[in-house]
């Protein structure tokens, strides 16, 4: 037996993972474990899970695998002050000395950092480096369904890459094509993220969101910025950006161009302008994304493709990428963003470097993404009972009947089940659950549970055998990674007064028959369910569909904004005793908030930093 140790660290999103003779046997974040969002740091909990989740010792894995090359980053980072000097000396002159102290000997640091998870860690000779973009492509092609497939990858940048095409076949992997630094779409993106006042590297899937509430009037504009070439490659011009050398992504000609400062989100609201940037970037991203999958079928004429990094978490253009019909079947790595890089890196090394075998399953190899930790029902009670809780245990039939009862009457609960998701969606198992129904759920569980912007969607999670009477998509989509739009006979047409509303003005008006995971547009970011999947998940969804005729419910992520997903029991009892969650439903518990003691209430709204 083999056992290969991949980490990624160091940027954002630190994660840990481990393979058995190729097969993910564990993986998960290091943000969940410190509870501190997109936590960057050695991955030293991930780590520890792993390994005991696995039942191993660091001295009996085979082979350690870093998700990137630093010496190769930081030749781009000395290229790059050298190609702009003398601009960009404040930022340089900050990097260098923890590049010096950290980074640059980042395999002794490493070593030194391993060698506190086991005594017995005593040589760093089983110590290798992947490269990022090899990394992101590793982790879309080797779990995914396909013996052959294109594979794209974009994101902010790895060492130089920002974008690119890989074609994998039974084993193998090689990239073709690449775009380099400062060219990134990703990049792109991000600026427009920091414009509108979110936060890089977490509030890009805000922007997103804010985009159907706006009007894309500044597409021509945008398009000062970047040349897009028939193909979808595309050069950016750096004199509208300050990322290659300053502090900040955009400078003054940015903001000259649009007629504004960044929005200072401490200060200002979010206006119709800052939905119409938002309409405009993301028809932009669609665009590149449309022409890059175009191009690239015609070029190598496979059928199928796969996606990964940060720019494959934009589930909108993945939803008109599939709609546009150009691959015949489409895979997305779920933790698609740097997490998924340790994947990535370890069956890299597994199957391109020791030449192993590669053994393709008919819906994937990520076990539905569920590869984090999990509590026994003991475990549950013990840290239940610590924190004071009052609950009442039940047989799994009576769980799924009072859960369902309570999502029928519009209750908002905390769903906490199995084994953790990797990766930024949850998918049923640290859950936020709702009645998709009824009109008052979406802005309840924002404003209410989640202490977030009421603009925000929800996912419907629908059994897979329901999907295609609801949405216009045909497709499993188990990741929460693809939009669609919900049926012309589920809709709720507007009136013609209706059509009139502008930006924020539309949130409140009912659109279909399930309003809550209806976006402003009709679409919805789909998690279908199946029971090989996730059979709990299955049930619960299906004795609400039962009851009310309805085969879905609405699926958030169990934390409040700027907190990581819930990992822990204890964690799940805090969100809920610090938001207006009616009930929490753990292992075979189940906890009403009114019976709990006050006393226990958190203060959860200023808890996590803004996102």
């Known amino acids: 037996m083999t056992y290969i140790l991949g980490i990624s660290a160091f940027y954002h999103d630190s994660a840990a993972c481990l393979l058995k003779d190729g097969e993910i046997l564990a993986a998960a974040q290091e943000e969940r474990f410190t509870r501190k969002k997109h936590d960057a740091s050695y991955p030293k909990n991930a780590v520890d899970f792993v390994l005991n989740f696995s039942k191993l010792k660091l001295s009996e894995v085979d082979k350690i695998v870093f998700f990137e090359k630093p010496f190769l980053k930081f030749e781009r980072l000395i290229e790059t002050y050298v190609a702009f000097a003398p601009k960009g000396f404040i930022s340089f002159s900050k990097a260098i000395p923890i ?36 990394s992101h492509a590793a982790s879309a092609f080797f779990p995914s369904p396909f013996e052959e497939s294109i594979v794209l990858t974009a994101d902010g940048v790895g060492e130089w890459a920002t974008t690119t095409v890989a074609i994998g076949k039974n084993n193998n992997l090689e990239i073709k094509k690449e775009i380099h630094f400062p060219h990134s779409i990703g990049l792109l993106f991000s600026a427009f993220t920091y414009y509108v006042g979110f936060k890089v590297n977490s509030g890009e899937y805000k922007l997103m969101g804010l985009a159907p509430y706006g009007q894309p009037i500044y597409l021509d504009k945008i398009r000062k910025l970047i040349d897009i070439k028939s193909d979808g490659t595309f050069r950016l011009d750096q004199k509208y950006f300050s990322y290659a050398t300053g502090l900040t992504m955009t400078n003054k000609n940015f903001h000259n161009l649009f007629g504004r400062e960044p929005r200072d989100p401490a200060k200002e609201e979010i206006t119709q302008f800052h939905m119409d940037i938002a309409a405009s970037i993301q028809i932009l991203t669609e665009e590149i994304m449309i022409r890059l999958a175009k191009s690239i079928r015609k070029e190598y004429k496979i059928k199928n493709l796969c996606l990964a990094g940060g720019v494959a978490l934009n589930c909108v253009a993945n939803g008109k990428i599939l709609k546009e019909n150009i691959f015949e079947n489409i895979w997305i790595q779920p933790a698609s963003g740097d997490a998924g890089g340790s994947i990535g890196a370890a069956l890299a090394l597994w199957h391109l470097d020791q030449g192993n075998k ?14 984090g930790n ?50 930024p969606r949850a998918l049923g198992s640290r859950s936020i659950l709702g009645d998709p129904r009824s009109e008052k759920t979406q802005k309840n569980l924002n404003l209410k549970v989640k202490y977030r912007e009421s603009f925000r969607p929800f996912a419907p999670s629908i059994l897979i055998e329901d999907l295609s009477d609801w949405f216009n998509i045909n497709v499993e989509s188990p990741y929460m990674l693809m939009v669609a739009e919900i049926n012309q006979q589920k809709r709720i047409e507007m009136t013609e007064e209706q ?68 990992n822990t029991p204890t964690d799940a009892y805090n969100c809920f005793m610090g938001t207006d969650l009616d009930y929490l439903v753990i292992g075979n518990c189940i906890l009403d908030k009114k019976e709990q003691n006050a006393r226990l209430n958190k203060n959860y709204a200023n808890e996590f930093e803004l996102d």
């Not at 369902?404 to 990766?423: H, N, P, T, V």
């Not at 299906?542 to 005729?549: I, N, P, V």
Request: hydrophobic share 35%; charged share 30%.
């Open 499 to 566: 059509k009139k509303l502008f930006g924020i003005e539309k949130l409140n008006i009912k659109r279909s028959l399930v309003p809550a995971v209806t976006h402003v547009d009709y679409s919805s970011r789909i998690q279908t369910v199946s029971e090989k999947t996730n059979k709990l998940f299955y049930e619960l969804i299906s004795k609400f569909k039962e009851k009310t005729g309805c085969p879905i419910i609405v699926n958030t992520s169990f934390n409040v904004r700027g907190e990581p997903i819930v």
């Open 99 to 134: 590049w010096i102290k950290e980074k640059l000997f980042q395999k002794n640091f490493l070593f030194t950092k391993l060698k506190e998870h086991d005594k017995n860690y005593t040589s760093d000779r089983n110590i290798f480096f992947s490269d990022h973009h090899l």
């Open 358 to 371: 590669r053994f393709v399953k008919k819906d994937d190899n990520m076990k539905g993404a569920y590869l």
């Open 374 to 423: 999990e509590f026994s029902q003991d475990e549950i009670e013990k840290e239940l009972k610590i924190a004071g809780a009052k609950y009442k245990t039940l047989t799994t039939k009576d769980l799924i009947e009072e859960t369902s009862d309570y999502l029928s009457q519009e209750k908002a609960i905390g769903w906490f089940q199995g084994r953790m998701e990797f990766g």
